[in-house]
């Protein structure tokens, strides 16, 4: 631990020291404030605006025939990954780092097919840097723990290469400035991976939201209500239970985009509308102390969990948008409760929903859609990237298809030089949610602004392009 606490503040050269002089300009918020604040650093954070350097909403970069490939992190996410990297034409994968050699090995045994180099960058925990430091890498592809995925993003385009970080891309306000910051200065994409946005369902609501089946979006829901009580206190899980570290020393709805991303899609958040500003309440916790003290006789290295640190089992944050729609979102990872993402769409024509029961569809307050009605709506309005990569995905695999519909997507676009499905400013907007609904949840659910990261740009970005009209010329090759 005490080495990891190092190389995060040495990671401070990510910070202060590549940016020198902020562009930040802080805001009065006194109507935020409480006689009593906690976290007021968060909230002065959300309060700083900058000047926009370069607009990357709908920035197309350089295309790349073969994007070259280096994986930092490569536990069960990354790994799975480096997989399915490989089965994509134009890809080579170039490199792999993890502080675990086993796991770096067994990442690259993964790879399916020839003419992957994949380089293994395993001394140290700063083994990475060398592999952003290459001149034949163009993609870096993060997925490591949390704390680690905003200063590996800021090096890696600091160094000129595009960056790929699994959720969340950032767990503090002050990283998800600097995101946008490295993105617009350097012209490199930062891509969040939320595979969600790519989950079949939300896929096909959100075509039927751009052809006008639910009239104007009013409200919608999401959700990460998974029970992962028992891993959290298990040393063969997570590496350093780095996620239990997350859960007992935040208290907020820490997870926020796997049902918030498909949404602010949905509602074109950042291009033409934006989250405005935020509410939060968490539960206290009835759980996880108890779970921690009956694991920690078992496993003395959790110990230094035990005790009285801030920790919830339900969070629910509440969202209003700049054109007044409203989001509800909620985090629970450590009670008996079914999976759910709550993936919820409500317009003034229709309603859809998925999540703890299948995906269904209905037109009225009397009932919802027949299997038959739901089955012809998915013929018509199935998106043209599930038409041509569905299939295929399924065979892949990833949480059902969704995650090689991400991976596919992002190379395709990354190699014809088409603007990416989800830049930096969504990366930063959907992130941010977790540190605001700490400082909301930590002052009696006071309202907290969501800082505007495109400066003003969302009012004329134009929506995410779900047509495939350009590019779609990737194959996949299943050997």
């Not at 134009?90 to 993890?98: F, H, R, T």
């Not at 569905?390 to 088409?418: P, Q, S, T, Y």
């Not at 907290?448 to 779900?466: E, L, S, Y």
Request: charged letters at 25%; hydrophobic letters at 35%.
């Amino acid at each position: 631990m005490s080495n990891r606490r190092t190389f995060l503040k040495q990671s401070g050269l990510a910070g202060a020291g590549l940016f020198g002089t902020s562009l930040f300009g802080v805001a009065c918020a006194e109507n935020t404030k409480t006689s009593d604040e906690s976290l007021s650093h968060i909230r002065q954070q959300a309060n700083q605006s900058h000047t926009q350097q370069f607009n990357m909403c709908g920035y197309a970069a350089p295309p790349l025939e073969n994007v070259r490939i280096g994986f930092v992190g490569v536990g069960n996410r990354g790994s799975a990954a480096v997989q399915r990297m490989s089965y994509i034409q134009g890809v080579s994968i170039q490199g792999i780092a993890d502080i675990r050699p086993e796991k770096a090995e067994a990442a690259k045994q993964r790879i399916q097919g020839p003419g992957h180099e994949a380089t293994l960058y395993t001394a140290d925990e700063n083994s990475w840097k060398e592999l952003c430091e290459r001149e034949d890498v163009d993609l870096i592809y993060i997925a490591t723990h949390w704390k680690l995925h905003a200063p590996i993003a800021i090096y890696a385009m600091e160094h000129g290469k595009h960056v790929a970080t699994e959720i969340p891309a950032a767990t503090t306000v002050e990283d998800c400035w600097k995101l946008v910051e490295t993105s617009e200065r350097t012209r490199k994409h930062c891509v969040i991976l939320e595979n969600c946005c790519y989950d079949f369902f939300e896929l096909l609501t959100l075509n039927m939201i751009r052809q006008g089946f639910f009239g104007e979006l009013i409200h919608g829901e999401g959700a990460y209500i998974h029970d992962i009580l028992d891993s959290l206190v298990d040393p063969t899980r997570r590496y350093d239970f780095w996620r239990l570290e997350e859960n007992t020393h935040r208290n907020g709805n820490l997870y926020p985009t796997h049902g918030l991303g498909p949404i602010c899609q949905a509602m074109d958040i950042n291009r033409g509308d934006r989250l405005e500003y935020m509410t939060s309440m968490a539960s206290d916790d009835f759980m996880l102390k108890q779970r921690i003290e009956e694991a920690a006789k078992e496993y003395p290295e959790l110990r230094s969990h035990v005790g009285p640190t801030p920790r919830s089992n339900m969070n629910s944050s509440t969202i209003r948008t700049a054109k007044g729609r409203t989001i509800l979102l909620q985090h629970d990872v450590s009670t008996p409760r079914p999976y759910s993402r709550i993936h919820l769409v409500s317009g003034t024509k229709a309603t859809a929903q998925k999540y703890p029961l299948p995906p269904r569809i209905a037109t009225g307050h009397e009932e919802w859609l027949s299997e038959a009605e739901f089955a012809k709506l998915e013929a018509q309005y199935t998106p043209p990237i599930v038409q041509k990569v569905g299939e295929l995905a399924k065979k892949v695999g990833g949480h059902g298809g969704m995650d090689f519909l991400m991976d596919w997507r992002l190379i395709d676009c990354l190699r014809n030089g088409l603007p990416v499905d989800m830049d930096v400013y969504d990366a930063a907007t959907w992130s941010v949610v977790g540190p605001l609904s700490e400082w909301s949840s930590a002052n009696r659910s006071a309202p907290i602004d969501i800082p505007d990261f495109t400066n003003g740009a969302w009012k004329t970005n134009q929506p995410v392009d779900i047509s495939l009209e350009k590019g779609a010329n990737t194959d996949v090759i299943l050997v």
